[in-house]
């Protein structure tokens, strides 16, 4: 099992920029792909942006290209994500994922879970 920890979350006003961390913990073998979800209130969770561990291919959100840029650091153990011209709509619970087989946008291929970070994007 991974253990995660996000930071970095907090109130920003629109057409600012955040930058969340996730710090993992455990065999590198589980952590094939790790990605970011994030849950409004109220909503489903929905996926954000993913990373392969490997060769750092990257999926997003189509709504945040072009806004946000997934990384990872290998070496470090961690994964951020970088968030530029916020919106309103992006506020919500950020959780780190990782998974041990699949690049996806689908919860359920992803086995383990950070406590999640806020992100609130005022007006």
């Known amino acids: 099992q991974v253990q995660l920890v996000e930071s970095g979350g907090g109130l920003v006003q629109a057409g600012g920029s955040l930058r969340l961390t996730c710090a993992a913990s455990g065999r590198a073998f589980d952590m094939y792909a790790m990605a970011w979800f994030r849950q409004a209130a109220g909503k489903e969770r929905e996926f954000v942006a993913a990373?392969?561990?490997?060769?750092?291919?990257?999926i997003y959100l189509g709504s945040v290209k072009g806004r946000f840029t997934i990384s990872r650091d290998n070496a470090k153990n961690t994964m951020t994500l970088q968030m530029n011209w916020l919106k309103p709509d992006d506020t919500a619970v950020y959780y780190c994922?990782?998974?041990?087989?699949?690049?996806?946008?689908?919860?359920?291929?992803?086995?383990?879970w950070g406590q999640g970070t806020q992100v609130t994007v005022s007006l």
């Open positions: 990373i392969r561990r490997s060769d750092g291919e990257t």
């Open positions: 994922a990782t998974s041990a087989h699949f690049l996806s946008d689908t919860p359920r291929h992803y086995e383990s």
